[in-house]
């Protein structure tokens, strides 16, 4: 059984951020499609964010989560990258788990990864043992300001 992870550590500030925002929203189901699109509307021009889930669109995914039926049978991360895509903030799909094997490839293909940024992790996901995975793999591989919602 995964163990509780502690809990998540949330970052506020009245001063406005200097540094361009990357955001990871891990998960792009009932929680991740829904927290989507207002965090399209905060973001600035130069942020980034990238989507990560394994997960494809099923048919019974159309009655709660923000998917049609064109698209079934398409990874949930690429249909909410296309769907939200903005000129100024770019999108990037990892249709993938995120486990300690495949996180190092996400982390460098991020487009953000080349200039200073502080990171925020958004856990999108429904059960323990994934959102515990995520807070090991924030500890443990990044390494700029962070911040993690779960």
């Not at 980034?48 to 991360?77: C, M, W, Y």
């Amino acid at each position: 059984m995964a163990k509780t992870p502690e809990k998540p550590m949330i970052i506020a500030t009245a001063a406005p951020l200097t540094t361009a925002l990357r955001v990871l929203v891990v998960g792009a189901g009932g929680n991740g499609a829904r927290v989507l699109p207002p965090l399209m509307q905060m973001l600035r021009p130069g942020d980034t964010v990238s989507i990560i889930d394994h997960d494809i669109v099923e048919d019974r995914n159309l009655v709660r989560q923000h998917f049609v039926e064109r698209d079934i049978g398409r990874p949930k991360a690429l249909v909410l990258a296309e769907r939200y895509q903005r000129p100024s903030i770019p999108i990037t799909a990892f249709a993938q788990r995120l486990h300690s094997t495949t996180v190092m490839p996400v982390i460098a293909d991020l487009p953000s990864m080349r200039t200073p940024c502080a990171t925020v992790v958004i856990g999108c996901v429904d059960n323990w043992e994934a959102r515990a995975h995520i807070e090991s793999t924030v500890r443990r591989f990044l390494t700029s300001p962070k911040a993690w919602i779960a």
